[in-house]
């Protein structure tokens, strides 16, 4: 099957994904949406929505068309293994694709997390393009008889996965966290758009702003004023939770906090904060910044900020990646096509 006609399969399965999320309706609550919801109480109904949404988006014939084109594949088919993370939803939806695309096996296990939305994305994605159905399985046991792996995970299953596969081509990623830079000339507009960056699945995806570098002196009113327009956040349990734990706790340790209402500021220079908090640190000019910034390129996966330069991201963009924006920044078709 040639690009143009595989673009536009994957453009008729952005259009059903969109009809699924704009047909849901959350006063009666019904179909794979809910069911998420059941598996997974941070997948909720408006979160799963916008991720199903943001996958048609990035689906787009044109879009498609352009980012196949570049890359070229052997008929050599390997057996490809995807570990797949599951910290929001249907986060592991992007490597299955790449390895089909690519003509590969994809043997795929999936996080405990995430058990709903794949394999129902999958079996939609079979509908319009039926050669896939036998290009995949699941694997409940350790995964055997592969030729090359994609495991995401935490720092501490970093080190398991680069153990088990590490004799193997592999792309392994670990934690990885957002920040964004501002400079107290942020619009409300900007601010507003931030809030997504910062709030959008709870914060729990290493897209999410996690931390903020501000200019020493900042002054916080605007931006506290913003976060506190809709909070809709504390709403979840688990979440409201964690925001009363982490005060407490952090109270105690006698450290410099910032009561955001909807999320506690702590003063840190690390960009990993738990959920329902947001670590800050004051900067005194732009070579600081910089400088910190290099000392975490390997922990970080977006830079935030006005007037974005080369590889840094936009407000309000951070959880709205293209297909070519890859996790880590690791081309994960160019890797599928020299296996």
Request: some cysteine; proline content about 3%; hydrophobic content about 35%.
């Amino acid at each position: 099957m040639n690009i143009t006609e595989t673009a536009s399969r994957l453009a008729a399965f952005a259009s059903e994904i969109n009809q699924v999320e704009q047909l849901f309706n959350s006063e009666k609550p019904d179909g794979i949406i809910n069911e998420a919801y059941i598996h997974n109480k941070w997948f909720t109904y408006d979160n799963v929505q916008f991720a199903l949404k943001s996958l048609a988006e990035a689906l787009q014939s044109d879009k498609i068309h352009s980012w196949l084109s570049r890359y070229s594949f052997s008929k050599d088919q390997k057996n490809i293994a995807l570990i797949l993370a599951g910290n929001i939803p249907a986060v592991g939806f992007h490597d299955i694709l790449c390895t089909l695309l690519s003509g590969h096996q994809a043997k795929i296990k999936l996080s405990s997390e995430d058990r709903i939305l794949i394999p129902f994305l999958l079996g939609m994605l079979e509908k319009h393009l039926p050669e896939y159905k036998n290009q995949y399985t699941f694997e409940d046991e350790i995964i055997k008889d592969f030729d090359a792996v994609i495991a995401t995970g935490s720092n501490n299953s970093e080190r398991y996965f680069k153990k088990y596969f590490g004799k193997v081509p592999n792309i392994i990623r670990h934690s990885r966290n957002s920040l964004a830079i501002l400079d107290g000339t942020e619009t409300e507009d900007e601010l507003s758009q931030l809030q997504d960056d910062i709030f959008r699945y709870f914060g729990l995806g290493c897209r999410n702003v996690s931390q903020l570098l501000v200019p020493e002196g900042y002054d916080w009113k605007a931006f506290l004023e913003i976060i506190n327009k809709d909070r809709s956040v504390l709403n979840h349990n688990a979440y409201a939770n964690n925001l009363t734990y982490y005060t407490a706790y952090f109270s105690l340790m006698d450290e410099n906090l910032l009561d955001g209402g909807t999320v506690l500021l702590r003063e840190n220079i690390s960009p990993a904060s738990p959920p329902a908090v947001l670590h800050f640190h004051n900067y005194r000019n732009e070579d600081e910044v910089q400088n910190m910034i290099l000392g975490m390129k390997d922990s970080l996966q977006c830079i935030v900020r006005k007037d974005p330069e080369h590889g840094e991201t936009s407000f309000g963009q951070t959880q709205k990646p293209t297909i070519d924006d890859y996790a880590d920044g690791i081309d994960t078709m160019e890797f599928l096509s020299k296996v």
